[in-house]
């Protein structure tokens, strides 16, 4: 308690010094964001006692477009900065998700008046913890995680405690990865700061000389403020944001301090403990083509996850501060990304659950509104070609099966002779008429090429969708119920190969 209060004191004079203030802070922030047409009302989230435990911990959250269907991507700052920082992202990434973008604790505005624990591993865990309690919050299942720096190295931390939860995680110049080499010395400008940072705190050059550094920050501004085209005065808004956010309680930073062994390099790096990710969660990583990180990290995370998804991109001309830099660059490569997770041109985390939407299909290209239905009738698969395709009887004894599976559908490539064959008794049920909602379009598919898989002496199940109450029912040869999606996802799942045709 005593050591709360000498925080309050410490906190009012640093702010008459640095002539700061919440609310300068707060402004400073808006300010930012002024240009930014797609966000929503800003909001703070309280997710309970993790760092302070008198008073609890709240969250501060940007949101966009949160009312589309789409997978939401989830954007976390790195050190010394705050989630305004993405106001050259967010327009372009809300175009077709929801985006959120949250201050960390102890950084921007939310909470910072208590410390974190001073043993390294567990202030990393109450990191871990804010992001889960604050997902809870806000009712995510799961999302695409993108973290820049330092919040690479926390949203890593946290993809190995909640794996189920990252769809993707998407590393932009992430912080803290690479073992530091025994007797490694930095450059020789480099050194100063890189000493000076074993023994305080990082931003302490910008609180003790106040205002002094504000007219600094000024004149040497350490942002390319150039390429915040839609910002107008970017020079002085950049500027008055960075020192408002760095000049109030640094308890994020002095978290921060003890984490590092000097400013580029993590006591705990995450290569070694890389073994504690679950192979299924696909990472991509984001370099910029003049950074002072060090990009073979990037490549040993490659090598070490030789079983999983991992990819690498570099961005020309670009530096550390890559969203910002270059953010035209940084919104196409991520954009492109996510679709193409979407629409399953890259791996889906198999730990989320996650069911892919007709409408993610729709947009990727895998699904086209205007093919025509294609029938390819044999000795036992009778289908009319009326308005009720499998009105009639449905049966098969089936040799190699690719799905046994089928939505209001049927198999319609042209090897389905060679892949579908009757037998002298085989049994055929009778298929009951399920009514169709005329909203609800019926969605048929063909396989392309025939891998082998397991139940190949399982009976080919026709399935008809029940609007009615969104699901699905395997017909005739069990009453097991599915949901759209979990058959959707089946399908997929099952199939090397496949395309969806909607009418």
Not at 182 to 191: A, D, I, S, T
Not at 384 to 413: A, L, R
């Amino acid at each position: 308690m005593l050591s709360k209060q000498i925080n309050y004191i410490l906190s009012f004079m640093r702010s008459v010094w640095c002539c700061t203030s919440e609310g300068a802070l707060r402004d400073a922030a808006r300010r930012m964001l002024e240009g930014v047409k797609s966000l929503e009302p800003e909001m703070y989230v309280n997710i309970g006692p993790v760092v302070d435990k008198e008073e609890g911990d709240r969250v501060f959250t940007l949101r966009a477009n949160v009312s589309s269907p789409r997978m939401p991507v989830v954007l976390v700052h790195g050190f010394g900065c705050g989630s305004s920082f993405w106001c050259n992202n967010i327009d372009a990434l809300a175009e077709d998700r929801p985006v959120y973008a949250m201050d960390l604790v102890g950084f921007g505005r939310s909470s910072r008046a208590a410390d974190f624990d001073e043993d390294p591993l567990k202030a990393e865990q109450q990191y871990v913890e804010t992001i889960e309690l604050w997902r809870q919050a806000m009712g995510l299942e799961r999302f695409y995680l993108c973290g820049h720096s330092f919040g690479g190295y926390l949203c890593t931390l946290y993809a190995m405690k909640y794996p189920n939860r990252v769809e993707h995680l998407v590393l932009a110049e992430p912080w803290g990865f690479p073992v530091r080499p025994p007797g490694y010395r930095p450059k020789l400008w480099v050194q100063p700061i890189d000493w000076g940072a074993d023994y305080t705190l990082a931003f302490s050059c910008i609180r003790y000389p106040g205002l002094f550094a504000y007219l600094y920050l000024l004149l040497f501004p350490p942002f390319m403020y150039k390429n915040f085209v839609n910002m107008k005065n970017a020079k002085l808004k950049l500027t008055s944001y960075f020192y408002h956010a760095n000049t109030q309680y640094p308890s994020g930073e002095r978290a921060f301090f003890n984490m590092m062994a000097g400013l580029a390099w993590a006591l705990n790096p995450i290569l070694p403990r890389l073994g504690g990710l679950r192979k299924e969660v696909p990472i991509t990583i984001i370099y910029g083509e003049d950074t002072w990180e060090w990009t073979s990290a990037g490549t040993e995370v490659k090598e070490l996850r030789s079983d999983s998804y991992v990819n690498i991109h570099t961005m020309k001309g670009a530096g550390h501060a890559l969203n910002s830099d270059d953010p035209h660059q940084f919104n196409s490569i991520l954009t492109k990304l996510l679709s193409n997770i979407d629409s399953a041109d890259i791996p889906r985390n198999p730990l989320t659950g996650s069911k892919p939407h007709v409408e993610e299909f729709k947009t990727s290209g895998l699904v086209s509104s205007n093919r025509e239905k294609r029938t390819k009738p044999n000795s036992c698969l009778k289908h009319s070609h009326e308005t009720n395709p499998i009105k009639e009887n449905s049966c098969t004894n089936s040799t190699h099966i690719i799905s046994s599976k089928i939505i209001n559908g049927y198999y319609t490539d042209n090897h389905t002779d060679e892949y579908f064959s009757s037998e002298e008794g085989s049994e055929c049920h009778e298929s009951s008429e399920i009514g169709m909602d005329s909203s609800i379009s019926e969605v048929y598919f063909d396989t392309l090429e025939y891998p082998e898989v397991e139940g190949a002496s399982e009976k080919l199940s026709v399935m008809r969708y029940m609007p009615t109450k969104n699901r699905t029912k395997l017909l005739n040869t069990s009453d097991e119920i599915m949901s759209q999606t979990e058959v959707l996802d089946s399908v997929l799942r099952q199939c090397e190969l496949l395309k969806l045709s909607v009418n």
